[in-house]
């Protein structure tokens, strides 16, 4: 009996044990422990890893809102952030932004560790001082983060469409010009001379579906050639009158025993490049430019945007020479002046310059946009 009674003592000595337990944890007050000890305030400063500014345009005018933003900002946990102070400063020809991340930590804060977004300011630019050319993004590490050119001027958008001569298209007549400014320069690179080999391959008709008094032989050269192969040409037959089949198209069997001569067939390849020339105000710079319908004998199409700067603008460029822009068409891409390539662009004017200008050309409907 005595044992029985201790087998039932245990449990209840052991339910007792663990009600004690759970319930010294429970008492009032309890729940997330405080972000600072004490209750203590804490004000600090966070950082920034990443800046860009932005206008949403190529080129940035004076009068345009500029979009400074500000990524993977660090301000201790997601509810202590303060305020964020965009701090600039004038350095020569600089607007300098260091902007400063605040944050104030209580024991009314939450208590996510990390906190890193991206913040957007959005700003005017103008009363700017006339000798500022750029404006710069610094973090706290004194870091230069993003850079953008302030230019003072005005984009004035024009539609041009210019006469392709078809004597454009021979490389001999090259270099060849339309009329004027705007106007479009094609000019000979280079060529080379090469040599492809074929020979003859015998042809047999197998289901002749007409009688023909006469036949002509009817041998097609390939569109393409490899210079590392001698290509075979069949030799076909077809009737003298055009109005009449020799042989079914699907019916030819060739005879790769029967095999003419090798011969040699010279081919010369020219290399060539289009130029877009336009004579533009000094210091000015193509900021957009879209063409179409680029074809021979023919009209075509250019929409050029270019910013025009005012007199007191002191920047320039970037463009081909400061009075003058050429823009390549066969690789859609403008030709820069620069210490690296000054000659080219010297020796294209002095091709445009001299090179003979096509016949009937035509400058016409042009449209300004201001």
Known sequence: MKRRFAMLFRPVVLLSFLMAFLASCAQDGDGPLDVMPNGKSVDGEGFFEAATLDSG???????DTLYITLSKIWSFSDCSLSSIDLNYSFEDSLIVFAPTVKFKVNTEDCPSPMYRPDTTFRMLTNGVPSNITNIVVKNDADSLLDTIMLRRGKIEIDTFRIFMDSAFALPK?????TKNSPSILRVLDSMTTQKFYWRTLRANCMMRVDMCDSVVTDTIYPSSWNINDTALVPVLYACASEDSMYCLKSKWEYDSTALGKVNV????TWFTSTYYVENIPSCAMMNGFVYGGFAYNNKVTFVRELFVPNED????GPSTKKDWIAYRLDNSELVIGNEENNASVDSLYKVWKSATVAPDTLRADSTESK
Do not use: A, G, V
Request: glycine content about 0%; some cysteine; aromatic content about 0%.
């Open 173 to 177: 007549s090259l270099p060849l010009r």
């Open 57 to 63: 345009k190529t080129l940035h005018l004076i009068s």
């Open 265 to 268: 067939r010279p081919d010369t």
């Open 313 to 316: 603008e002191r920047s320039c």
